[in-house]
């Protein structure tokens, strides 16, 4: 049986799973901006962020209200990407 202190570890657990994955992200963005001649995409700037508000969700989901908030910020960031995406497909036509 998982004692009540298991709960926390597992907790705990996924919390840094989740932040290694916000750090893979990071060095990721590092290596495309050697790759495109010192140029960072916003793309993967709204991706990042995208990724901190799941974590965020994910970990820290007390308030209904937080929770509402928090996903209104990922439906904003959507349509930035969609807006940089449309604009960036102009640019190459």
């Known amino acids: 049986m ?4 298991g709960f926390n570890d597992y907790y705990v657990l996924i919390q840094e799973v989740l932040v290694f994955f916000l750090y893979f992200e990071f ?7 050697f790759e495109s001649n010192y140029h960072f995409p916003l793309d993967y700037f709204i991706y990042i962020g995208i990724t901190a508000i799941v974590r965020i969700i ?19 960031l959507l349509i930035a990407l969609v807006i940089v995406n449309r604009h960036s497909l102009d640019d190459k036509s």
């Open 2 to 5: 998982i004692a009540k202190s």
């Open 58 to 76: 994910i970990t820290d989901h007390g308030s209904p209200w937080d929770t509402l908030i928090l996903a209104c910020a990922i439906v904003v």
């Open 27 to 33: 060095i990721s963005l590092v290596v495309k901006y």
